[in-house]
C-alpha cells in the first residue's frame, strides 16, 4: 500500500475495509454487502487504469 499513489489510496482503504465485512460470512449473509462492494471493485479498478497508464 505505501507505493500506491496518494489519491488512489481512499479507493484501496475503502475496497479493505468493505473486503472485511465479508470475511467469514455465507453466501446469504455476504449479499447485504454486494452493493458496497461492486461499487468498490469498481473505483479500484478505474483507479488501477488511471495508475497504469
Known sequence: MAR?????KP????AKSVS???VGLD???A???????STALANVTAA???ICR
Not at 4 to 8: F, K, L, Q, V
Not at 11 to 14: I, R
Open 4 to 8: 500506491i499513489p496518494a489519491d488512489a
Open 11 to 14: 479507493f484501496f482503504d475503502a
Open 20 to 22: 472485511a465485512k465479508l
Open 27 to 29: 453466501a446469504a449473509a
Open 48 to 50: 488501477t487504469e488511471q
Open 31 to 37: 449479499n447485504q454487502f454486494l452493493g458496497d462492494f
